[in-house]
Structures are given as C-alpha cells and as structure tokens.
C-alpha cells in the first residue's frame, strides 16, 4: 500500500479509500466487517462513512457497524483514520439538520456513541449551508477540536468559493480550517477540475474522489452485462447515463483492453494520477469487489494512454482550471 499526506497535515492515510455506504443497505454486518478486516491486512488505514448511511432515519446504522467492528479491539481504531460526516438530515424536527452550531454539536456526540470511540479523525461537511454564517460553524468546530472529540475538519460537495469562504473566516480565528474536500470526480464527471481542485490546492486540502467509477459505469459495466453481471450499472440512473454513453464506454473498455488492465483499475489509477488527489474511496458491496480494487495501485498510465482517455472523456472547456477552460 502507498501512503501519502492527507491536504498539508502530517496525517498519513493509504491511497486507496475505503467507503462505507453500502454497510447495512447492502452488505451484511459479518461481510462489512470481515471487509474491514481484510481493508487493513491491504494496508488500507482510511475508512469513510457518514451519520446518515443505512438510510434509516436517525440510526446511523452505518457508523453503528463501524461501531462494532471497533469495539471488537486488536488495535483496529488505532490503525485507522476514522472519517464520518455531518450535515444530513437525522430527525423530523427542524434542527436535527444543517450545520448549526448545535446540530454539529450533537450530531458529533451521536455519531462518537454509534463509533465506539472518543474521537472522530475527519469531521467532514457533508454539505456547504447556504443559511449558516462561517464564525458559528467555525466556533462550533473549534470546541470539538478544543474536547479532543475531532483532530481534522473536512468538507464535502463544496464549490471552490466555498473553501475560500471557509479558509478566509478560519484564518480570521487562527484555526487550521479544512483540511479536505470530498468531490464527485471521475472521468464523466471532471466539473471540479475548473475551480474546485485549483482552490483546494492553493489552501492546501487534499481531494477524496467519490463515486470514482461513476455508478459502475467505468468497471466494465458492458463487459459484465454480456457475462450476466453488472446489475448496478444496468438499472437506474447507471442504467439511463450507460444508453447515452454506450459508444464511449464501449471505446473505454476497448482501451483498457488494449493496456491490459481492468477497466475499474484504469478508472481508479487516472484519479490516483491526477494533481491534488489524495484517495478515491472505493464502496465495495463484496470482498472480492475489495481485493479487485488494489490493482489499481500497480497501473501507471503514460502520457498516451492518458491522452487517450481524455480524448474519450474531455475535460470541460479547454481543459484545466478557470478562466483559461472558458475563456483566453
């Protein structure tokens, strides 16, 4: 496994993610842990979840998992960089959501119960609040940091002027502020290469690619199907984006056939390849799912493959950051 700095901290994490979302919906309590388990024999020390995963109102039952696994020792909460979120919604009444002050007061104290532990790694937003002012999120943060209940604050989903935002307010109070941001980013999906990836490098936050095969799109979903597989990405949105794309991931698989390499490990060593990534979080829902995804680490892309690539998937506008991706 590599390891690399989490943004500008001195926090070491694994290069790969492992997200946790499919924990309870879809994978049973003895498969999640036992991918837990075998997440840390690879060498993988960054696991992300958020409060509201298992999609049942207020239970947590993600971070409830997670909770167990830990509480079960041999020195598994000192290994791994815990990372949750707040932000979604977690009851029927109005301020069991958002970031106010109090909600990420309390959220955090669910959140450390459900885990079985004191401390979270990386508090994450899971969302900006367009109604909350920076100085109470700030304030509300510093106290966690202050009770050793958080150590690094994260964000989720934000625009580039929102991390600007947020560095501008916590400088103002000589706080350390995010130290990451966790975007939508993949070879479909490049809108965060135009202002979102060049503000999180200039404040030194580290980006944690999420959804990096795009549904399933980007794992040899066509493959897959012809094998009698691929049932995420032959249902739904997958399945709905697959008929508007068939023609490039046809080409896509056909490229990757041609380097050699599995599909999802090509999708996954483009984003290890690219600047200001730290670690994409894979969701695998099986074992195997997980053991497939260490190939990644071991697929260098040289510059005519990553031509290639961005020949069937181009970046927005003229590629790269703002204003030179739109304008002169």
């Known amino acids: 496994m590599e390891y690399t700095n989490l943004g500008r901290t001195g926090l070491s994490v694994s290069r790969l993610c492992l997200g946790t979302m499919n924990f309870g919906p879809q994978t049973t309590e003895p498969d999640s842990f036992a ?18 995963y298992g ?62 532990t004191d401390t979270i790694d990386l508090y994450q937003m899971h969302h900006v609040s367009r109604s909350t002012p920076w100085e109470e999120i700030w304030q509300a943060m510093e106290t966690l940091v202050a009770q050793g209940k958080v150590l690094y604050v994260g964000s989720s989903n934000f625009a580039g002027w929102h991390i600007a935002q947020a560095q501008a307010a916590a400088g103002r109070r000589n706080f350390l502020g995010l130290v990451s941001e966790q975007s939508i980013y993949n070879l479909m999906t490049r809108h965060v290469e135009l ?28 493959r897959k199907m012809a094998e009698g597989g691929a049932a995420r990405g032959a249902t739904g949105r997958s399945a709905d984006a697959l008929a508007e794309h068939r023609t490039t991931i046809e080409a896509y698989e056909k490229l990757c056939a041609d380097l050699g390499h599995d599909p999802a490990d090509v999708a996954l060593a483009w984003l290890l390849s690219r600047p200001g990534v ?11 799912q997980l053991d497939r995804n260490l190939g990644a680490l071991s697929v260098t892309l040289d510059e005519q493959a990553l031509e290639k690539l961005d020949e069937l998937f181009p ?5 790269g950051p703002g204003p030179e991706a739109w304008a002169w």
């Open 35 to 52: 991918i837990m388990d075998r997440a840390l024999e690879h060498g993988i020390n960054f696991f992300d979840t958020a409060n509201v």
């Open 55 to 116: 999609w049942k109102l207020g239970e947590g039952v993600t971070e409830q998992i997670i909770g167990r696994w830990l509480a079960q020792g041999g020195g598994r909460r000192d290994k791994v960089v815990l990372a949750t979120k707040v932000y979604g919604k977690m009851g029927e009444w109005p301020n069991e959501q958002g970031l106010s002050a109090r909600h990420i007061i309390r959220a955090c104290e669910d959140s450390l119960r459900r885990l079985q």
């Open 195 to 222: 202002e979102v990836i060049p503000a999180a490098q200039h404040y030194g936050l580290g980006i944690i690619p999420w959804s990096p095969l795009h549904g399933g799109l980007l794992s040899g979903v066509i």
């Open 278 to 288: 730290t670690a994409p979080i894979v969701g695998p829902r099986t074992m195997d």
């Open 315 to 319: 970046p927005v506008g003229n590629g």
